[in-house]
């Protein structure tokens, strides 16, 4: 069931979007027809579009691939595909800064057996920029966190990454069957004893503050 979401050799993107407020209908047309488009790809695996919470200019994809590499990501995908090119001859138009792609190595997954994606998600994008001697340090005890929150009965899904260009990055893409931020800080941040172990270690471990985005879900999609 899990490879249907992810699999250890994905190529996985992050991309952001910052669209112009006049532009943002006409952007979520043309993204969504894209990704209608992309699901037939024979390499595609998942994507999942959002909006920020705190800003409705803002956009991001999360997306995995079994294409070998970016470079033929970008030959065959990209590059390659005409229902793709009047998207990107207007992206540049319509949006106010570009685009930004972040290629990311998979490192583990989890997925629940028994709560499914569904658009009231609860999701969070999280960075971390770890001390470089530090990084097998975080990495454990990130893992043991991680561990203990797939047991959680609200847990649906997280997804464990290193940048590719800077082995010091990790993201970490989770989603939760929570009603809210609060909820989910009741119920989880404030009242797990492992959480407030591992929440300690970190001033330690990094070399700047963790940042997160909350993310409004707008679609999910899985590959045949």
Do not use: C
């Not at 943002?24 to 994507?47: G, K, Y």
């Not at 097998?136 to 561990?147: F, G, S």
């Not at 590719?164 to 993201?171: N, V, W």
């Not at 407030?196 to 503050?209: A, D, G, H, R």
């Amino acid at each position: 069931m899990t490879d249907e979401y992810a699999n250890p050799n994905d190529l996985v993107f992050y991309v952001k979007y910052h669209i112009k407020p006049e532009f943002i209908n006409e952007f979520q047309e043309r993204l969504m027809n894209v990704v209608e488009n992309m699901t037939q790809e024979d390499s595609f695996v998942s994507a999942f579009v959002h909006q920020y919470a705190e800003s409705e200019g803002r956009f991001s994809m999360y997306e995995r691939w079994t294409d070998s590499s970016k470079d033929a990501f970008m030959t065959y995908q990209m590059e390659g595909k005409d229902y793709r090119k009047e998207y990107e001859k207007r992206l540049p138009l319509i949006s106010e800064t570009p685009r930004k792609i972040h290629l990311l190595k998979p490192l583990a997954y989890w997925i629940s057996a028994n709560v499914k994606p569904s658009e009231n998600d609860l999701i969070f994008y999280v960075n971390f920029h770890i001390k470089p001697d530090k990084v097998e340090d975080w990495k454990k005890a990130a893992l043991q966190v991680l561990n203990k929150m797939a047991e959680e009965d609200t847990f649906v899904s997280t997804f464990l990454h290193q940048d590719a260009e800077d082995p010091s990055r990790f993201t970490i893409y989770e989603r939760w069957n929570e009603p809210s931020m609060e909820a989910f800080e009741k119920n989880h941040l404030n009242a797990k004893e492992y959480r407030q172990v591992y929440e300690n270690m970190l001033p330690n471990l990094m070399q700047s503050m963790r940042t997160f985005r909350i993310l409004e879900p707008l679609g999910s999609w899985i590959g045949k």
